[in-house]
């Protein structure tokens, strides 16, 4: 996949002289220490990342970790004291000012925690801002903003101004203006955090149905845990100017890299981020490949079954599609009534579970069934079985894991 944002060795020194708070980092000392020191903050320290096209990237961290100094790292809104960005392969640091500005037209856009509209123009004129500022002539901006504002279901207040807005639909303008200048990268700060959770809820559901549609490259700032695993398919976390971790939200649940990861999952409702692929195992129930004999299949299907003193078996064909459930008795009354084939044996009514079923809701019907349930991909390949024994498993570890 194609990289977007690449960062290399980042460092932003605030204070009056870089060059020997950079020498004190590499002589070992601490932020802490550094500050006390020379009163100059380290605001980043070697961070080191990518941002792949299309991507949610998350960038989280307590208050004052460095998220804001990051995030405007890479548009220059911050000056970095070393290191490298690269948007799209160009160097900002090292671009001139008329590049950088070029730049922060048409390729990125930023949205902030504060709505940052302005008071006096329309919800129209707002929205389209960044393309009057690029010189957009105004039939063809008024155009795309309306289209824009229709995305994010305000085309009805194109003409009001914004105070007539509530806090959640000013942002859903701050996000229309964003996406009026049909950024390749969109950096957005804390862009939910002022709203109340129902809103900020609602407002992750349509940057995450805008997404699906529009496929943008977005880094995003959040201090909530739940915000960043919810919207990103990766995510830093930024502990005192550094990135601690990286990975997915699956990677960072299940290692946690230190206590200060750690320390994030603490009162977090771990299933809500499990989903049945987390859990499925490869070896717990039998499988049968239909080998195009069914009375053979299903006889020595039934051997293994009571060798292993288990009931129920999975029926997969050969390209690894699920197609059922059978149990002991099932095939003994198929081949009872001269059963020619696998599927005449199969169990009625035993769904597969898609992969991405959340761990919440497969609770749900893992208690209601003795039997496995086969987890399949969307093409209905196999994955592997959840059981009430497994799951329970599962949650006990968890449990343990992040008390
Ligand atoms: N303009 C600035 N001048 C001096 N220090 C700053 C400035 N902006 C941020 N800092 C300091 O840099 C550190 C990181 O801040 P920031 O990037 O705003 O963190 P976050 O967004 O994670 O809350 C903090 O210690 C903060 O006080
Ligand atoms: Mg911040």
Redesign the pocket.
């Known amino acids: 996949m194609a990289e977007k944002v690449v960062v290399k060795n980042l460092y ?1 020194v ?2 009056a002289e870089p060059a020997l708070a950079m020498q004190m980092l590499q002589q070992g000392l601490s ?1 802490e220490v550094i ?1 006390q020191q020379t009163g100059m ?4 320290k070697d961070a080191n990342f990518h941002v792949d096209e299309g991507e949610i990237f998350v ?1 989280m ?12 790292l890479l548009n220059r809104l ?1 000056e970095p004291t070393f290191g490298q960005v690269l948007v799209g392969g160009h160097d900002v640091a090292a671009m001139g000012k008329k590049a950088l500005i070029e730049l922060r037209r048409k390729d990125l856009a930023m949205v902030f925690q504060s709505f940052a509209l302005l008071p006096h123009l329309s919800v129209l004129r707002n929205t389209a801002f960044g393309l009057e500022v690029a010189g957009v002539e105004r039939k063809a901006r008024e155009v795309r903003a309306m289209e824009v504002l229709d995305q994010v279901g305000l085309k009805a207040f194109a003409h009001q101004m914004p105070s007539e807005l509530s806090g959640g639909m000013q942002q859903r303008v701050g996000l229309a203006r964003a996406l009026a200048v049909d950024p390749s990268l969109m950096l957005m ?2 862009a939910f955090s002022a709203l109340d959770p129902l809103k900020r809820t609602e407002m992750q559901e349509l940057l995450l149905k805008l997404q699906q549609e529009q496929q943008r490259t977005i880094v995003f ?1 959040s ?1 909530d845990l739940d915000e960043a695993f919810h919207i990103g398919n990766r995510i830093a976390i ?1 502990e ?2 550094r990135i601690v971790q990286i990975g997915t939200p699956d990677e960072i649940l299940r290692n946690p890299s230190d206590e200060y990861v750690r320390a994030f999952f603490k009162g977090v409702d771990v299933k809500k981020y499990l989903v049945a692929k987390d859990v499925a195992s490869a070896t717990e129930t039998l499988t049968i490949q239909a080998s195009g004999d069914a009375q053979a299949d299903m006889a020595s299907a039934i051997e293994r079954l009571r060798a292993a003193q288990r009931n129920y078996a999975f029926v997969l064909g050969h390209d690894g599609r699920f197609q059922g459930t059978v149990s002991i008795d099932s095939m003994l009354q198929a081949l009872a009534a001269g059963g020619a084939t696998l599927a005449g044996a199969c169990l009625k009514d035993i769904a597969a579970v898609p992969e991405a079923l959340s761990l919440n809701a497969l609770v749900g019907r893992i208690v209601k069934n003795p039997y496995p349930l086969a987890v399949v991909d969307a093409q209905q390949r196999y994955l592997g079985a959840v059981t009430q024994t497994i799951l329970l498993k599962r949650m006990a570890l968890e449990e343990s894991e992040h008390e």
Do not use: A
């Open positions: 932003k605030y204070g932020k500050f903050t380290i605001g980043v960038l961290g307590l208050s004052g970790s460095g998220k804001s100094t990051l995030i405007r911050v700060d804390e700032v201090h930024m005192g100017g």
